[in-house]
């Protein structure tokens, strides 16, 4: 996100050893200055860290596999490191932000000292790229904010732009908020991901999205009408297709966190379904010679029948000889789907592999 000063004839950041690191008085008048809050980071693990055989060390392992637990935990990262890779390590001072003002107060006092900048808004990242040993984490969490609008037209657009039911989301939304506003509320579809605790507003739109309809609506960065982002000089722009174009291009696709810090976007919505439903289940072969027959009975029934606008999510093949089954559907009937999904029913009946 920024180009490295010099310093000590050396292209680095800053770090807490050196003398370009802020003063306490620095830190707490950029504290006193935000809507949010300011503090230092320590390790979501501390209490293992400490008393490894704990109960209360226990008590917080068990929690580590629910993703909404680690969006709770400024310092929290989806995975804690790869063997001889690397190790989650938290970022020295934690920005609880609560608006876009909030960022570009952090964004500059961070470029002005030369200190890295990591953002967290759920986490979804396995590379622990939410937290990062001698910097400043922007954490969108309490971001969550959602509006519908009936009428909405991209700043310095035309009325020719004009998106009827539109859908705002901050930089800390889930799906799961975006999705209760949109359809729970409102009756619409807004294209996204499967898994709730997923951010609307973070890496999955930033890096394409796609999603479980998106053989309908394209990808989650389709649907964006707008961005509003903080970019590298602290400044608060609005991108879209009128204005700030090369960066409203960008944000569709180029990856989270690249080109700024995304604080709210606005999506495009769609009407819900007139039916919807989900498949699920497995089906486990009784040899491999039987395996290899299911695949390929399955791939001619997902050919003739999945690719299309009905149907997303997956169908996994497995070890163990076992295919997975996670589907959607929109807009069909019960027995079309049951029609749908009869060849491979009939052919486990005749004994080759068996489902549950």
């Known amino acids: 996100m920024f180009i490295s000063s010099t310093y000590a004839g050396t292209s680095c950041r800053c770090k807490p050893n050196q003398d370009c690191w802020p003063k306490k008085i620095l830190w707490d008048n950029l504290r006193e200055s935000m809507d949010g809050k300011l503090f230092q980071g320590v390790s979501y693990l501390k209490e293992c860290i400490d008393a490894p055989k704990s109960e209360a060390c226990e008590t917080l392992l068990s929690q580590t596999t629910n993703p909404f637990y680690l969006e709770e935990q400024?310092?929290?990262?989806?995975?804690?490191?790869?063997?001889?890779?690397?190790?989650?390590?938290?970022?020295?001072?934690?920005?609880?932000v609560m608006n876009a003002q909030d960022i570009a107060k952090v964004v500059k006092f961070a470029k002005?000292?030369?200190?890295?900048?990591?953002?967290?808004?759920?986490?979804?990242?396995?590379?622990?790229?939410?937290?990062?040993?001698?910097?400043?984490?922007?954490?969108?969490?309490?971001?969550?904010?959602?509006?519908?609008?009936?009428?909405?037209?991209?700043?310095?657009?035309?009325?020719?732009?004009?998106?009827?039911?539109?859908?705002?989301?901050?930089?800390?939304t889930r799906w799961l908020e975006a999705y209760d506003m949109a359809t729970?509320?409102?009756?619409?579809?807004?294209?996204?991901?499967?898994?709730?605790?997923?951010?609307?507003?973070?890496?999955?739109?930033?890096?394409?999205?796609?999603?479980?309809?998106?053989?309908?609506?394209?990808?989650?960065?389709?649907?964006?009408?707008?961005?509003?982002v903080i970019i590298a000089n602290g400044d608060i722009v609005i991108a879209n297709e009128c204005q700030n174009q090369d960066l409203y291009w960008a944000l569709k696709g180029g990856g989270g966190s690249t080109f700024g810090v995304v604080s709210k976007i606005v999506y495009m919505t769609h009407p819900s379904s007139i039916t919807s439903g989900i498949v699920s289940g497995e089906i486990k072969a009784n040899s491999d010679a039987a395996f290899l027959k299911i695949i390929s009975k399955l791939m001619n029934v997902y050919k003739n029948n999945f690719?299309?606008?009905?149907?997303?999510?997956?169908?996994?093949?497995?070890?163990?000889?076992?295919?997975?089954?996670?589907?959607v559907y929109r807009d069909l009937k019960k027995p079309d789907v049951e029609l749908i999904l009869s060849p491979p029913r009939i052919f486990w009946r005749r004994g080759i592999a068996c489902c549950s």
């Open 112 to 172: 002005q000292h030369n200190i890295k900048i990591v953002i967290k808004g759920t986490g979804h990242d396995y590379l622990g790229r939410n937290n990062a040993p001698d910097s400043i984490l922007i954490w969108t969490h309490q971001m969550r904010a959602t509006q519908m609008h009936t009428k909405f037209i991209p700043h310095g657009c035309s009325e020719e732009h004009t998106n009827l039911q539109s859908l705002s989301v901050q930089a800390g």
């Open 307 to 327: 690719v299309n606008a009905h149907w997303g999510e997956m169908i996994k093949i497995k070890s163990n000889n076992t295919i997975s089954l996670a589907l």
């Open 184 to 228: 729970n509320k409102h009756n619409r579809y807004v294209q996204g991901g499967g898994c709730t605790s997923v951010g609307a507003a973070g890496g999955f739109v930033q890096g394409g999205g796609y999603g479980s309809l998106s053989r309908q609506y394209g990808s989650g960065a389709s649907g964006v009408l707008e961005f509003e």
């Open 74 to 96: 400024p310092t929290a990262t989806q995975s804690t490191g790869w063997f001889k890779a690397w190790e989650n390590t938290p970022s020295n001072y934690v920005a609880e």
